[in-house]
DNA sequence: ACACTAACCTGCAAGC
DNA sequence: TGCTTGCAGGTTAGTG
């Protein structure tokens, strides 16, 4: 579910219920997560205010007095803010409920997010490569970054030291853009094609957040409401399809064990 | 340093 | 109908 666009659609969507608000309660159902949930959270967090409410690459962060929660959806996981006596779903880990009466909820059926507490700098951020839509990615970094380097690209621009925030659904959106197969090694790719993939990156992030992210199978955003970007997706989830440009078949591959979908004809 | 694999976990769809 | 298999939006830890 959630890539760049769908975390920003996320915050977007519950930033207003809980920006400036008391965290009255919190309840954690199951602390068994990515990484295990502080037992302590409640005693930690009950009381503060939440300040504002901040995206790094996938993590969203929730700032309050005397440090920051850093939640992570992983694969499955959806934040949403609903109504206090809205009924229980299987997998509802997490429960905020804030001074105005809004409750966020944390669902995560397969358990790779993560919801961590620190007062200071939170460590899974301190290796990360520059946001994609800031000014500090662009052509010349992934021609730098990739020299010699015989990984493929695809796996190559979803390394989140070489740029965050680019998973799987838009490094192959992006690919088809640029006319680059997946399956390319990343150290051939000439200055250039960088510059053109570093933009149909950004272009094809930007859209998507436009949208409202992509919905494959059940992604809400904080109001429960789907993505409408799929309806643009032009390769992925479409091995076998013809290609929206050539009317060729579209192959698919695997590459670092994520199905990797292309036109060859298309994409050189 | 780099390239690649396995692992974490549940749900769902396809195939037999 | 029911069982088995494989696959899914991410990231890290471990191998060679």
Redesign the pocket.
């Known amino acids: 579910?959630?890539?760049l666009p769908?975390v920003e659609t996320t915050l977007r969507g519950i930033e207003s219920a809980i920006t400036g608000q008391v965290i009255r309660s919190i309840r954690v159902r199951q602390s068994?997560l990515?990484w295990p949930v502080n037992p302590n959270l409640a005693q930690l967090v009950e009381g503060q205010t939440v300040i504002r409410l901040s995206r790094r690459?996938?993590?969203l962060l929730m700032h309050l007095e005397h440090g920051s929660m850093l939640v992570?959806l992983?694969?499955?996981g959806s934040l949403r803010i609903v109504q206090p006596n809205t009924e229980l779903r299987?997998?509802d880990h997490i429960e905020m409920c804030m001074g105005n009466g809004s409750v966020l909820r944390f669902h995560d059926?397969?358990?790779?997010g993560c919801w961590l507490w620190s007062e200071g700098p939170h460590q899974?951020l301190s290796q990360l490569g520059p946001e994609p839509l800031s000014e500090d990615f662009n052509g010349h970094r992934l021609y730098q970054l990739s020299r010699?380097?015989?990984?493929?690209v695809k796996?190559?621009i979803?390394d989140?030291k070489t740029v965050?925030?680019v998973?799987?659904?838009y490094a192959s959106e992006a690919l088809f853009r640029s006319g680059i197969r997946p399956d390319r090694s990343?150290?051939n790719i000439s200055l250039q094609r960088y510059t053109e993939l570093a933009g149909h990156i950004q272009e094809v992030l930007a859209a998507a957040i436009l949208q409202g992210?992509?919905?494959?199978?059940?992604?809400v955003n904080g109001n429960g409401e789907p993505g409408y970007f799929q309806q643009t997706l032009a390769v992925?989830?479409r091995g076998g399809e013809t290609c929206v440009a050539c009317a060729g078949l579209l192959k698919e591959i695997k590459l670092?064990?994520?199905?990797s979908v292309f036109c060859p004809r298309c994409q050189r």
Do not use: C, W
């Not at 010699?148 to 493929?152: N, S």
């Not at 992210?213 to 992604?219: E, H, I, M, N, S």
């Not at 670092?256 to 199905?259: D, E, H, L, P, V």
């Open positions: 579910m959630p890539e769908e068994s990515r690459a996938k993590y992570h992983g694969m499955s299987k997998h059926p397969r358990r790779f899974q010699r380097r015989k990984v493929a796996p190559f979803m989140n965050v925030g998973g799987n659904i990343a150290g992210g992509t919905t494959l199978r059940d992604f992925y989830g670092g064990q994520r199905s």
